[in-house]
């Protein structure tokens, strides 16, 4: 053995504590962020989607009012935005997973995805 420096042993389990620490704060966020989600929230952004999508086609009667939101029933689904317009057309749907990102968008008779 060499009697020169050693390195001390604390100094081995400082990697294993930084890691540790990324991860608690990376899963804190996405728990964060997850928490935030509501179901008004995911109404209220699709029902704004669906009138900038399809407010040219259908003209002004497209309106936030035309939407509801329904529990999912497909795979990963947590909710079901359905936008009906005004006259009887079939509805727009759009499936929302529990952090509000888009799993489907599809027109009613047409048949939903498999999500």
Known sequence: MSD?????????FLPVFMLALVVGYTGLKLGLERMNVTETAVINHYAAQ???????????GAALTDCVGVPGTVGTVWIEVRCTPPGGEPAFLYGAARNGGLVYAARAGEGVPEA
């Open 4 to 12: 020169g420096w050693h390195m001390p042993r604390w100094m081995w």
């Open 50 to 60: 669906y009138v900038e999508d399809h407010g040219e086609v259908i003209g002004a």
